[in-house]
């Protein structure tokens, strides 16, 4: 299981995905520079269904 993420990576993500969706994209890909590395950084919204919501939810409590 992956370590939860901070309250800041997550607030960002959610900046970088309205920004996408008001510009009508589900995908972006961009290429940043960390800790003297280039890493390939690819972001693609999906859409949860409904009847999935409960268990989303439950990953989170």
Known sequence: MQPP???EMCHVL???TRQLLEAGEHATETHVLAEGCVYRV???L?????DQLPD???RYR
């Open 42 to 44: 690819a972001l693609t």
């Open 56 to 58: 989303v939810i439950q």
């Open 14 to 16: 959610t900046q970088l």
């Open 5 to 7: 993420m901070t309250f």
């Open 46 to 50: 999906e859409p949860v269904p409904i």
